[in-house]
């Protein structure tokens, strides 16, 4: 039997890309008044502060996602995701493709557990960030750029953006983790000064961009960022490698060079668009830090 003093916040983002919002929520409403819990649906505005609650159930994608760590970074009631988003790929890591059903029991039963975190120039992110090539495919997903809705619109901006998107000159310097091997300087630091990128991505989550899997050594809770340095490529080998990139394959090719870091800076002469959970930032300069263990979620 559950116990009596269970209370939760539903959060929704009413502005989640999925399409069935409405059918969502009823499904959930139905579940919660199934199994008797109490509950307080909350949409358009959220409460400015969650104390009274002992769960959080969160409906929507990595965007909803990015938006409540940000509002609420030191939150410590457990938070379970529930999918509602054009890109769910936080979600994914923690419990992969399954029903709303499994979703809103893993939600309402299974105990907390620690996840990692980390924190760019200031602004807290649970998935990646991503810095170059993906942060301009973010930026190429304005509404007035697009011809399409949810994963299609954004494999079109990422095939587009290939063909026009320049790789730029950055400088990276990482702490590396304890973890990491080989032939490694003993100060435990990486420079690279300067090179020329593609894309560098810095990880706690293995997908980007809906089904891309980017970082796929990435794990949630071992208190390490993955970071994947892809150098400058030409065009044609740029959609060469895009299927391995989807599958996970693409780190042992010859210009893609992978690292187990604590911390990370990256900067540039020029500004580089990147992304924060899919959220689109554009700066000269990004100081990438990891919080481990810094949330609690339900999976």
């Not at 998107?165 to 300067?194: F, H, W």
């Not at 071992?222 to 150098?231: A, E, Q, S, Y």
Request: glycine content about 8%; hydrophobic content about 40%.
């Amino acid at each position: 039997m559950l116990d009596p003093e269970i209370s939760i916040a539903v959060l929704i983002n009413p502005l989640a890309g999925s399409g069935n919002m409405q059918v969502i929520k009823s499904g959930i409403a139905a579940f919660l008044q199934s199994q008797k819990s109490k509950y307080t649906i909350y949409e358009a505005q959220w409460p400015p502060t969650l104390d009274i609650f002992t769960h959080i159930f969160l409906v929507g994608g990595d965007g909803t996602l990015n938006y409540f760590i940000n509002r609420h970074p030191e939150n410590k009631i457990p938070v379970s995701i529930i999918c509602a988003g054009t890109g769910n790929d936080f979600a994914w890591k923690l419990h992969g493709d399954i029903s709303l059903k499994d979703q809103l029991n893993i939600a309402l039963n299974s105990k907390p557990r620690p996840v990692d975190a980390g924190i760019c120039n200031g602004k807290y992110f649970i998935n990646g960030v991503g810095i170059g090539f993906d942060g301009a495919v973010v930026k190429n997903m304005r509404p007035d750029k697009i011809l399409f809705k949810g994963w299609l619109a954004y494999y079109w901006t990422v095939i587009k953006t290939i063909c026009i998107y320049r790789s730029t000159m950055v400088s990276i310097s990482a702490e590396l983790a304890e973890e990491t091997s080989g032939n490694i300087d003993c100060d435990r630091t990486v420079k690279q000064l300067p090179v020329k990128a593609f894309m560098v991505t810095v990880a706690n989550g293995s997908r980007f961009g809906g089904n891309f899997m980017v970082a796929p050594q990435a794990c949630i809770d071992d208190k390490i960022l993955d970071l994947i340095i892809i150098k400058s490529i030409t065009i044609p080998k740029r959609y060469f490698y895009l299927p391995l990139m989807k599958k996970g394959r693409h780190l042992s090719l010859p210009f893609v060079k992978t690292f187990k870091i604590k911390s990370v800076t990256v900067w540039s002469k020029q500004q580089v668009p990147a992304h924060l959970d899919g959220e689109l930032m554009i700066d000269t300069y990004f100081e990438i830090k990891m919080l481990p263990g810094h949330f609690l979620f339900r999976y």
